[in-house]
């Protein structure tokens, strides 16, 4: 099952999308600009490989709802997020407002 919510973080639009998976479920809340997932976020990935696209995303681990995702810190984030001010330990509903 697919479930999509948008909702607004200080005016900003955001769209939440929550995939129930056999034993897990794929979290994803994305912006205009940037994005913060669960665990199944590759930011190697999106650093080494895709690096000329400057990727605005953070991982959380953990997390089971989106709201979950919105007020957990924040485990690893991509270098374009880190130039942002995002770092380490930043909650994904802060990590949202930056990428606004």
Do not use: W
């Not at 976020?41 to 709802?65: F, I, Y």
Request: proline share 3%.
């Amino acid at each position: 099952m697919i479930d999509a919510q948008p909702f607004t973080i200080d005016g900003a639009l955001y769209q939440g999308i929550s995939v129930s998976l056999p034993k897990t479920t794929l979290l994803v809340i994305t912006g205009k600009n940037g994005y913060i997932m669960c665990g199944a976020l590759d930011v190697q990935l999106l650093n080494d490989k895709l690096a000329d696209r400057n990727v605005l995303a953070g991982k959380a681990v953990g997390v089971r709802t989106l709201d979950d995702l919105l007020h957990a810190p924040l485990a690893e984030v991509t270098v374009g997020a880190e130039k942002l001010g995002i770092h380490v330990g930043t909650t994904g509903v802060d990590a949202l407002k930056m990428m606004a």
